[in-house]
């Protein structure tokens, strides 16, 4: 069964640093690309980073450009989310998922273009 699974969520202040997980089964993510969104209550979700699993080329949206970093570890079919300097607006549920193929700076951000999901993991942002 494919199943994308995030942790590392939690309650942080602002300024302060949380790195997620996302860990996939039932399929390698050699040929895949992994993007981690985040959906903030009461808006749309948003693209923030999209790594390409075989040669770990990356996208980045502006508004987490400076601040948040993805990495690959496919030894453990795993990629991870590191976000530094959080700011109260960076609360969300976030989301990681992925697609057959390449990250591309034009296309990363597009929802539909992902085929899996994972269920999603909360991060708070508050003093």
């Known amino acids: 069964q494919v199943q994308l699974v995030e942790s590392g969520g939690g309650l942080v202040q602002p300024g302060g640093s949380l790195r997620l997980s996302c860990a996939a089964s039932g399929f390698s993510l050699d040929d895949n690309a992994i993007g981690w969104f985040r959906q903030a209550p009461g808006k749309e979700r948003e693209a923030l980073l999209c790594?390409?699993?075989?040669?770990?080329?990356?996208n980045y949206a502006d508004s987490v450009k400076d601040r948040f970093t993805i990495s690959r570890d496919k030894g453990n079919n795993t990629v991870y989310l590191q976000m530094n300097n959080l700011k109260p607006e960076d609360t969300g549920v976030y989301y990681c998922a992925s697609f057959t193929g390449w990250c591309a700076v034009d296309t990363f951000h597009l929802a539909g273009g992902y085929d899996y999901w994972g269920q999603g993991t909360q991060v708070t942002v508050s003093s």
């Open positions: 790594i390409s699993i075989y040669d770990g080329n990356k």
